[in-house]
């Protein structure tokens, strides 16, 4: 089973920073998008943010001007840099690989716990 690999993560406090990071083993396709869901204890996963193989990103308003994804290149490798953290961040993170912001998920990553404290 194909499995993302995530690094990254850990403990912050109100508005610091942390960044996560994401990569995917050779063989899946470079034109396919890459991003990351969340899911706080108790709620539903929700997608925070995407980008395409083209570096076209998109974000949930949640995390509008605060999260900022990127990507290399022609490759399967892209990372998340959170800022201005807040606790409703707190969460388990998913680097995913597939479809648009509106696709499927083709694979998942062991998932990150990212926790921050007020």
């Known amino acids: 089973q194909v499995q993302l690999v995530e690094s990254g993560g850990g403990l912050a406090q109100t508005g610091g920073s942390l960044r996560l990071s994401c990569a995917a083993p050779?063989?899946?396709?470079?034109?396919?998008?890459l991003g990351w869901y969340r899911q706080a204890p108790g709620n539903q996963r929700e997608k925070v943010a995407s980008?395409?193989?083209?570096?076209?990103?998109l974000y949930a308003d949640s995390v509008k001007g605060r999260f900022t994804i990127s990507r290399d290149k022609g490759q399967n490798t892209a990372r998340l840099q959170m800022d201005s953290l807040t606790p409703e961040d707190t969460g388990v993170y998913y680097c995913y690989a597939g479809g648009d912001w509106t696709g499927l998920v083709d694979y998942w990553g062991q998932g990150i716990q990212v926790t921050v404290s007020s």
């Open positions: 980008i395409t193989a083209t570096g076209v990103a």
């Open positions: 050779d063989g899946i396709s470079s034109a396919i998008s």
